[in-house]
């Protein structure tokens, strides 16, 4: 016999880190989802984050951080800015005890596949659809909530409709006139380099940015130290796809960064293909709701990737969205307006900070860069950044 699960039928378009958040704090809410994912298989590229306490404390109420602790890097040393050539260190945090002690959790590395398979064990499987590509969602057609329009010309009714399906969200279409994404002038690229072929410099469990003219360059390890994560920005020139599966050669990577410290250059040289991807900067929504229908994670809040926050922040909005529709299971609408005043203020913020990291990163030598490491020498980012760091999606209140 079949039962129908109690609550509101809440789907999930998109099975990323956003959308299987948003599946595992519906389900400890008490409350089912259906997330379709377009993808054949739930993967992530080979990419490293950094997750912060305000991710962590989220995850380890999952139970999450038991899968992903032996995959997990804990940092000791954070913000470890050097200048591009020399190597001089501008500014270090320790993080080690402190962390901890300021904000309850320490600060974590890991692989993005590690992550999303940990999310993935806290997720029922039947509650996932693989290779189901929305194409559009109406709010005419079904009597309450809304209908989803597959890419196999198959249609879903349901009374609540999360769009966590990315930076190029379908659904997004329908809740807001996002304005056009602007070309920023600077790409990302990433690669991943195996311990054995790592030199001993990058295995310190440190966050380690080098500051240059026009580009910036970080790595720290993953994996539980079996490799280490590279991400640098580069000026764009006339590059501009937005894409997690688009790659370029060494050759082209290590010529971005001729001339700086050889432990940036050996380290370009020892990584795989490299991914590159065009950073498009893009204004904060208006508005993230339509009725019953909303918006998590990238497709409602895309971030300059400069604060590492991009993800911390979709497992936030899952927090949030889950315990505002459990308090009003039979008010979606209601529950999701909810949702929407608890979080867009904050993550407009935050795309407005990591947004002005673009230039502070990359100024010429001379007055300005002077100025700038001046500050970072002075600053203490752990406590400055506490508004970030400190921010409890479970305790704080809905409106
Ligand atoms: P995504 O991860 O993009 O997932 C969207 C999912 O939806 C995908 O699985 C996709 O296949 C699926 N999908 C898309 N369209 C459809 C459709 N029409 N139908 C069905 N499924 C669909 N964040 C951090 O917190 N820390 C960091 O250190 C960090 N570093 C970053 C470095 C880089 C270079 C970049 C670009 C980002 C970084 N971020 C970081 C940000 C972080 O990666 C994102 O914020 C996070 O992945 C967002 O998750 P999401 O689930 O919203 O979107």
């Known amino acids: 016999m079949h039962v129908t699960p109690p609550g509101p039928r809440i789907a999930v378009v998109g099975g990323g880190i956003g959308g299987l958040a948003a599946a595992a704090f519906l389900r400890r809410a008490g409350l089912t989802a259906t997330v379709y994912e377009q993808a054949s298989a739930l993967t992530e590229v080979g990419a490293g984050l950094v997750l912060a306490p305000n991710a962590v404390r989220l995850l380890r109420r999952l139970g999450v951080m ?21 190597g001089d260190v501008l500014s270090v945090e320790r993080l080690t005890g402190v962390c901890e002690e300021l904000y309850g959790e320490r600060t974590y590395t890991v692989h993005r596949a590690d992550l999303l398979d940990a999310l993935k064990s806290v997720v029922p499987k039947e509650w996932i659809r693989l290779g189901a590509r929305c194409t559009g969602v109406d709010t005419d057609g079904a009597v309450d909530g809304a209908r989803l329009h597959f890419a196999d010309g198959t249609q879903v009714d ?17 809740v807001a006139d996002a304005e056009p994404a602007q070309y920023s ?19 310190r ?16 390890p993953i994996g539980g130290g079996r490799a280490v994560n590279i991400f640098a920005a580069a000026p764009a020139g006339d590059y501009t796809r937005e894409s997690w599966s688009a790659t370029t ?8 960064f001729a001339g700086w410290d050889p432990r940036v250059t050996e380290l370009i040289a020892t990584g795989g293909v490299p991914g590159r991807w065009a950073l498009l900067d893009r204004t904060p929504l ?47 609408a209601r529950a999701l307006a909810r949702y929407e005043a608890v979080r867009i ?5 935050l795309q407005e900070v990591s947004r002005s990291r673009r230039d502070a990163n990359h100024l010429p030598d001379g007055p300005g860069q002077r100025a700038r490491d001046a500050s970072l020498a002075a600053a203490d980012p ?13 305790e704080i209140p809905l409106p």
């Open 185 to 203: 002038g600077l790409c990302a690229f990433r690669a991943i380099v195996p311990a054995e072929a790592a030199p001993e410099f990058a295995l």
């Open 286 to 332: 208006p508005r993230w709701s339509h009725g019953s229908v909303t918006l998590l994670g990238d497709a409602a809040h895309p971030m300059f990737p400069f604060f590492a926050q991009g993800a911390a922040q979709s497992l936030e909005d899952a927090a949030v969205l889950a315990r505002a529709l459990a308090a009003d299971p039979d008010g979606p």
């Open 66 to 86: 038991d899968h992903l602790a032996p995959h997990a890097v804990p940092l000791d040393w954070a913000w470890e800015f050097r200048r591009w050539d020399d």
């Open 382 to 394: 752990l406590v400055g950044s506490g508004w970030i760091y400190g921010y409890d999606a479970d």
């Open 345 to 349: 203020a904050r993550t407009a913020r």
């Open 205 to 220: 469990r440190a966050q380690t940015l080098w500051l240059g003219p026009g580009r910036h360059f970080v790595h720290y």
């Open 158 to 174: 349901a009374d609540v409709v999360v769009g966590a399906d990315g930076v190029h969200s379908v659904v997004r279409g329908l």
């Open 249 to 256: 050669t060494t050759a082209e990577f290590a010529a971005e």
